[in-house]
């Protein structure tokens, strides 16, 4: 696992936070001295969170701290649900309650009124990813074999845009309001929605979570370039994502956290194994069937070419004796 945040080439202060917990069953919150340090997954799991706060002065830094406070306390390891089927609901908690803070906090002192952030974190226990957002910080998976993938869906304007059709995926990136954010914690005029993905990881997969201070200054295939260049060590990687982010302009902060699954996760679980072998038998069949229709199709070609030819050579024979 690694983390590091950056404040940037413009910003006055960096309103970023994060956090990172290598195993929620000790309680060691803390990013690892060495990255690329290999550890065993507990029953307990380990937990990756990132929050960009927004707001004057310092309104927005407090907001994510208070975030990020939230998170570590609630995931406790106490507190945290046994039963798979309340993950959702209890993620979703812990959005609500931040928000309920940082609102609470906003609502005593002046100084931090309309104060407010993003958070989205991940939660991996076995072999799924259980992640939770609101706002426009992001959840990646990088794999070698499928490159750069965006887990998480922007609540923002630009993203509403998209799914009205008025805009394309493409046009995201340079649109002038990409920065408008519909969903956060500490809106005064709504309760922070939350979105909720159960992922399955795999060998040699990587899970990103980012600020827009990343996704902001590079485009995804840019991305995932730094990560097929950089993907032998994290190190290396979360590094190069931040340098690169600061050469493109760094005009925000930027934060990034990173847990990298090297070994020991089965490539499918047994119902996603059953449902690819399915499709994969499917497949099969269906090639066969194909093959042996051009297969017959192919002999039907031949047999006419043969036969036209034979009789072309017959004529040609016949007229050839008839001017004898």
Request: charged letters at 30%.
């Amino acid at each position: 696992m690694a983390a590091k945040t950056d404040q940037g080439k413009i910003r006055k202060n960096n309103e970023d936070n994060f956090l990172v917990n290598q195993d929620l069953a000790d309680n060691d919150w803390f990013c690892p001295q060495d990255p690329d340090q290999h550890k065993t997954l507990s029953e307990a799991g380990c937990l990756l969170a990132v929050a960009d706060g927004m707001g004057g002065m310092n309104a927005g830094e407090e907001a994510s701290k208070i975030a990020i406070e939230t998170v570590k306390e609630m995931f406790a390891g106490d507190k945290l649900p046994k039963d798979a089927s309340s993950i959702e609901k209890y993620l979703k908690s812990v959005i609500a309650e931040a928000d309920r803070r940082i609102k609470e906090k906003a609502n005593e002192e002046k100084c931090f009124e309309y104060m407010g952030t993003t958070l989205v974190l991940s939660w991996i226990k076995g072999n799924k990813a259980h992640i939770v957002w609101c706002g426009d910080s992001r959840a990646y998976s990088f794999r070698l074999a499928n490159g750069l993938r965006q887990l998480s869906k922007d609540h923002s304007h630009v993203q509403e845009l998209v799914d009205a059709g008025a805009i394309s995926q493409d046009d995201v990136f340079d649109h002038p309001l990409n920065n408008i954010v519909t969903q956060s914690l500490g809106d005064p005029d709504k309760p922070a929605k939350a979105d909720y993905l159960e992922y399955t990881l795999h060998d040699n997969e990587t899970l990103l979570l980012c600020s827009d201070g990343l996704n902001g200054e590079l485009r995804d295939h840019e991305i995932e370039k730094i990560f097929f260049d950089n993907c032998d060590t994290l190190i290396s990687c979360s590094e190069m994502l931040i340098n690169e982010a600061l050469n493109a302009g760094g005009r925000d902060n930027i934060t990034i956290a990173l847990c990298q699954i090297t070994v020991g996760l089965p490539d499918l679980d047994n119902n996603e194994t059953s449902v690819e072998s399915k499709k994969v038998e499917s497949s099969v069949r269906q090639t066969i069937k194909e093959d042996t229709k051009k297969m017959e199709l192919w002999k039907t070609i031949l047999f006419l070419l043969v036969t036209l030819v034979g009789i072309v050579v017959s004529v040609g024979t016949f007229l050839y004796l008839l001017k004898k």
